[in-house]
């Protein structure tokens, strides 16, 4: 596909894995290997312009300014609206205060450009897989089982249409391996379309550096964004998505989990209970071999169960998520009960920390059995995995241009996600 060799031209390039020059180097070779075999790649193609780069390579030392600004301009093509927002930071050279203007993409602005894309990239991007009638499904389930919702004011003609947004933030280590080299990534997103990409579930609001955050930092940027999500759901502004017959609303906030590689420790997860299952298979399988397995494999049949299930639970799926879920609570449990009974330097000492993560866990098992509400709906498994590449894509970028470099080059490959979801689209019809 060529939007995932363009993407992965610009994500090595901006994790530092590849210089501007190897960029346009690569580039040219692939467009040069398309010609020899009788393919023709378009001038508006991302790869051909990257080939293009410091005059097709006879200039080196332009490639960086070349590729930044290719960069800039694709990403700007969507024409979404780069605002600067008053935001209180702080200066670790003279210790003080001070107001800065803080690059923002705007909400409104970018799903505006996500309409223009076409109504179905819009609906399958905040609506997902289930569309409209599963938004039905879930609101008129919450306004029966959810706590959350059952006073909400709201005419159940509305319920096809209404989009939850959610607000999300964490920081991840970026352009040094050091606190002094985090970025503060804060980004949005619908909580129906759970079963995205990560790329496409969460949408970045901005980026700052760690060390310039002060107390009113968080606030200055929350009065922006709140601002931005009571326009996009004010049903006196023409928003072009009233005509499709959506309505947004804030809903929740989500964040600060340490687990970067998200999507990655899930695969992982599936593979250890494999090997798991495997080692209990053996003649010599001990008591242990069988806790940790259960363990493993109760995590892992939750976690298929909020994947293959939809946004509204039946009961039954809900008995048996709970069931999976407590099981591996109670196994984990366990074990860090034998964890501690272990002295010296023995097998299983200082292993299954229990963590507060264990508890909202819990929680939310409980919570499903009531509202009937699927807990993978506001999990930040691909959140988590969100900002990790955007902490990727901050990579190598100066500490004094990171908020408007990150964004630029966040836009160009949220673009190529776009675009290839958009083909996907048409090859359903």
């Keep these: 596909d060529p939007e995932d060799f363009a993407e992965l031209l610009v994500a090595n390039y901006a994790a530092g894995k590849s210089s501007a020059a190897s960029v346009q180097v690569t580039a040219d070779r692939a467009v040069k290997w398309s010609a020899s075999i009788g393919g023709k790649v378009a001038g508006k193609d991302l790869v051909w312009k990257f080939s293009k780069l410091a005059a097709s390579?006879?200039?080196p030392q332009n490639s960086e300014r070349d590729l930044q600004a290719a960069v800039r301009k694709f990403g700007l093509k969507m024409n979404v609206k780069i605002e600067e927002a008053p935001v209180r930071l702080y200066n670790p050279s003279t210790e003080t205060i001070y107001e800065a203007k803080l690059p923002m993409i705007c909400p409104v602005s970018f799903a505006t450009a996500i309409w223009r894309e076409g109504p179905d990239l819009f609906e399958s991007i905040f609506m997902g897989a289930e569309g409209k009638a599963g938004a039905q499904r879930f609101w008129t389930n919450a306004r029966e089982n959810a706590s959350w919702f059952k006073a909400a004011a709201i005419p159940e003609s509305s319920y096809p249409g209404l989009l939850p947004i959610y607000l999300y933030?964490?920081?991840?280590?970026?352009y040094r391996n050091s606190e002094s080299g985090a970025v503060s990534a804060i980004g949005w997103g619908c909580?129906?379309?759970?079963?995205?990409?990560a790329m496409l579930q969460?949408?970045?609001?901005?980026?700052?550096?760690?060390?310039?955050?002060c107390e009113h930092t968080h606030d200055d940027i929350m009065l922006?964004?709140?601002e931005k999500f009571k326009q996009m759901a004010d049903p006196h502004i023409n928003h072009p998505w009233h005509f499709g017959g959506f309505k947004f609303m804030l809903c929740s906030c989500r964040g600060d989990l340490k687990w970067i590689n998200a999507i990655n420790g899930k695969r992982v997860s599936f593979w250890l209970a494999d090997i798991c299952v495997q080692r209990l298979q053996?003649?010599?399988?001990?008591?242990?071999?069988?806790?940790i397995s259960t363990c493993m494999w109760s995590y892992c049949a939750m976690l298929r169960e909020f994947d293959v299930c939809g946004m509204v639970l039946t009961t039954e799926q809900a008995a048996?998520?709970?069931k999976y879920g407590s099981l591996h609570l109670l196994s984990y449990a366990y074990l860090r009960k034998l964890s501690s009974q272990t002295v010296r330097k023995q097998f299983l000492r200082s292993s299954f920390c229990i963590i507060p993560k264990h508890h909202f866990l819990q929680h939310a098992l409980d919570e499903s059995?009531?509202?009937l509400i699927n807990p993978g709906v506001y999990n930040l498994l691909a959140a988590e995995s969100w900002v990790g590449s955007i902490g990727r894509i901050s990579r190598k970028v100066h500490r004094l241009k990171v908020s408007t470099r990150t964004i630029e080059r966040y836009l160009c490959v949220v673009r190529l996600h776009l675009t290839r979801q958009k083909n996907r689209l048409r090859r359903q019809v």
């Design 224 to 226: 922006y964004a709140c």
């Design 320 to 322: 048996l998520l709970h």
């Design 57 to 59: 390579g006879k200039h």
């Design 202 to 213: 969460t949408l970045l609001l901005c980026v700052y550096a760690e060390y310039t955050a």
């Design 369 to 371: 059995m009531d509202s």
């Design 191 to 197: 909580d129906f379309g759970y079963k995205n990409e």
């Design 282 to 291: 053996r003649k010599d399988a001990t008591n242990l071999d069988e806790l």
């Design 169 to 174: 933030g964490d920081d991840v280590d970026a």
